[in-house]
């Protein structure tokens, strides 16, 4: 007989963000997260190791959304403009799922790992960077048929390096000027190009 679910997955994360967002990752205690999910501190306990593993699965779960959403975004156009919507997909995440960006920004993934999360959470959080890499390498293929370093380089320029420096280093990701400028210094980016490829000497 299946054991009942003592707890949402959903609702026990929305506690977490939620707490990150009003009170700093110090907020986020086993206290204070079975408080706010209406759980007891031993159910909570039951089901999740530690607040590491809590802030993990949290964070999991907003870089997943994250990613889902930049896919979607590059799945809906081409060429330039796919670059220039996975590029914008900061400001996107942050107006469809606020509390999430706002655990992104916060808190450091570098901070969650540690000794005490469980190596496959550990796993899952390190593999969000492959699936990021995935959808640089696509983006690269479709403008230039290339995937090497150069090409891969350039898409990550924009839509890494860019975002990071006008949107969010600056708190604008809601500022549809800085959206504008963002999109402007992609496709400049982007009119530049990859460096020539390297010819291979045998």
């Given at each position: 007989m299946?054991?009942?679910?003592?707890?949402?997955?959903?609702?026990?994360?929305?506690?977490?963000?939620?707490?990150?967002?009003?009170?700093?990752?110090?907020?986020?205690?086993?206290?204070?997260v079975?408080?706010?999910?209406?759980?007891?501190?031993?159910?909570?306990y039951?089901?999740?190791?530690?607040?590491?593993?809590?802030?993990?699965?949290?964070?999991?779960?907003?870089?997943?959304?994250?990613?889902?959403?930049?896919r979607?975004?590059?799945?809906?156009?081409?060429?330039?403009?796919?670059?220039?919507?996975?590029?914008?997909?900061?400001?996107?995440?942050?107006?469809?799922?606020?509390?999430?960006?706002?655990?992104?920004?916060?808190?450091r993934?570098?901070e969650?790992?540690?000794?005490?999360?469980?190596?496959?959470?550990?796993?899952?959080?390190?593999?969000?960077?492959t699936?990021l890499?995935g959808?640089?390498?696509?983006?690269?293929?479709?403008?230039w048929?290339?995937?090497?370093?150069?090409?891969?380089?350039?898409?990550t320029?924009?839509?890494?390096?860019?975002?990071t420096?006008?949107?969010?280093?600056?708190?604008?990701?809601h500022d549809?000027?800085?959206?504008?400028?963002?999109?402007a210094?992609?496709?400049?980016?982007?009119?530049?190009?990859?460096?020539?490829?390297?010819?291979?000497?045998?």
């Open positions: 299946p054991r009942p679910r003592l707890y949402d997955l959903d609702t026990v994360l929305d506690a977490v963000e939620a707490l990150v967002a009003a009170q700093g990752p110090a907020g986020v205690t086993v206290r204070a079975a408080s706010a999910a209406g759980l007891s501190n031993g159910a909570l039951h089901n999740f190791s530690s607040r590491s593993e809590l802030m993990g699965r949290a964070w999991m779960r907003a870089g997943n959304r994250f990613l889902a959403l930049q979607e975004a590059v799945g809906t156009a081409s060429g330039v403009d796919a670059v220039v919507a996975a590029a914008e997909a900061p400001a996107a995440f942050a107006a469809h799922h606020p509390e999430s960006a706002r655990l992104i920004l916060t808190v993934r570098e969650i790992l540690g000794p005490e999360l469980s190596d496959g959470l550990t796993g899952e959080l390190l593999g969000l960077d699936l890499v959808v640089m390498i696509g983006l690269a293929e479709q403008l048929g290339r995937r090497d370093a150069a090409a891969v380089d350039t898409i320029t924009c839509i890494v390096d860019l975002p420096a006008i949107l969010l280093s600056r708190n604008r990701l549809p000027t800085a959206r504008e400028q963002l999109g210094a992609v496709r400049a980016v982007l009119e530049t190009g990859p460096a020539p490829r390297k010819e291979k000497h045998r």
